[in-house]
């Protein structure tokens, strides 16, 4: 389910198959060949995840993705539970061309509304998959990256053109198991008094994905 | 008005004065010295700005800082309009050691709740200045750095020890306005397809801040 009008038009205008679509002025939607059914303000908000409803709703199928993971780098995200970071990270990585992330199954559902509503769109170009972390890590022979407070300063590494990136959960960080599979630890420089607990895991995720594609 | 244990806690113990507190809990609020009024899960639920109160609730007086500005890099925020995205650039601005932003008239109100909530204490270590900013920009000698999709490849830019950082708008970017106070006009470059519209300007912000600090 997405919603707001750029948004649908973009998920309308990618290979996503469309199943249904809501509009309170459907004369004003402008993708060709598309039928928007009339809706009332009130009917949209029994239906909406949004607080104040904008007036466009898409049911969309879930689209089934290849299982292959072709991109260069890899993001992975072990027990991400926020979908406004998750949505956030999505549009991040559609951004820095990384076209595969693979999520532990605990990691919150992309097709969350709230994940859809912060990828603007972005979901249509980056596959998601989600895999037992154990098993896909030990299958690799990339090396795999992972953010800690007391890894290697990021500014000092010199990063390979292929790898896997690591990024925990908003609370406990990157689990036991998985930071054993880790082979290189990164962490990114506080500056001034040692006051902040911790970035923002999408915070940290734009820049390391940024000095990944230096 | 802060919410939640841990955060609660952190503007207790800042120079923040605090008015009143309510805890649902009172016994198990750790800070010494400080008076917890008990509240039942009903009553906060009612004055709560969260969907799931979280048991603690303090209100503070809204501190008086300092109108010097004197952070050797200054963010300077343009009509910024998100209060989730004002929390995540304060706690950023934490972190990278940025201890002054200086918002527009219209930018989100630091004190909303929601802001709040984002920032995580950080807001006790970061003086945030409303201002006039065609007045400011035009006071300062300091080189003062935009953020355009036509601007210059931030990678291949040295920036100096001291200016000025300006983000703007979600949807419209930097006002026209002030975008001709602007003295360099800077972007993140993008990779892969040139398929995402724009980076989210919190992460636009946490990467900048990093680059300013490197």
């Not at 990063?159 to 198991?177: C, D, F, W, Y």
Request: overall charge neutral; charged content about 20%.
């Amino acid at each position: 389910m997405v919603e707001g009008k750029k948004t649908v038009e973009e998920v309308v205008k990618s290979n996503i198959q469309l199943h249904k679509l809501f509009a309170v002025a459907p004369e004003s939607f402008t993708v060709e060949g598309t039928h928007a059914t009339p809706i009332s303000n009130r009917e949209l908000s029994q239906i909406s995840s949004l607080k104040n409803p904008n007036g466009y709703l898409g049911v969309f199928q879930i689209p089934k993705h290849s299982e292959a993971i072709v991109s260069d780098w890899v993001l992975v995200l072990d027990g991400l539970q926020d979908p406004g970071n998750l949505g956030t990270i999505i549009r991040l990585c559609d951004w820095f061309g990384v076209t595969d992330i693979v999520c532990s199954d605990d990691t919150v559902d992309c097709y969350n509304p709230k994940v859809l509503q912060a990828t603007m769109g972005s979901i249509t170009r980056v596959k998601i998959h989600y895999r037992n972390l154990d098993i896909y890590l030990q299958s690799t022979s990339l090396p795999i990256y992972g953010t800690f407070m007391d890894g290697v300063n990021v500014n000092n590494t010199k990063l390979p053109k292929k790898g896997i990136m690591v990024m925990g959960n908003e609370g406990r960080g990157i689990s036991t198991l998985v930071s054993q599979l880790c082979t290189d630890r990164l962490s990114i420089p506080q500056f001034g008094g040692n006051t902040t607990e911790s970035l923002n895991v999408a915070s940290a995720t734009a820049i390391l994905l940024h000095e990944i594609r230096k």
